[in-house]
């Protein structure tokens, strides 16, 4: 019953920007905090943010000044807004009901070099 659904993945340039949402469904989304996750080809799953419900943010180190997470409560969304990108920003980006074991399917971003 609960559904989170990525949106906003795409073909971008390096140095350009996407914002990418978490539509989440079937929760008291206000209570939870929300982390976006990446996997890259080839590579381990990385952790890129995390906001939790009074917006208490962190960041993974090879994002942080480049990313910037928020959330609409009454629209059960998350977004990433991603700025100054790079061709190794280019994953499968996911984002996860922080607490418990519920996510997303991902959206696909590449960042051509």
């Known amino acids: 019953e609960v559904q989170l659904v990525e949106s906003g993945g795409g073909l971008v340039q390096t140095g350009g920007s996407l914002r990418l949402s978490c539509a989440a469904s079937?929760?008291?989304?206000?209570?939870?905090?929300i982390a976006w996750f990446r996997q890259a080809p080839g590579k381990e799953r990385e952790g890129v943010s995390c906001?939790?419900?009074?917006?208490?943010?962190l960041y993974g180190d090879s994002v942080k000044g480049r990313f910037t997470v928020s959330r609409d409560n009454a629209k059960a969304t998350v977004y990433l807004q991603m700025n100054s990108l790079k061709p190794e920003d280019t994953a499968v980006y996911y984002c996860?009901?922080?607490?418990?074991?519920?996510w997303g399917k991902g959206t696909l971003v590449t960042v051509s070099s």
């Open positions: 906001i939790t419900s009074s917006d208490f943010i």
């Open positions: 996860k009901v922080f607490s418990i074991d519920y």
């Open positions: 079937g929760l008291t989304f206000v209570d939870y905090a």
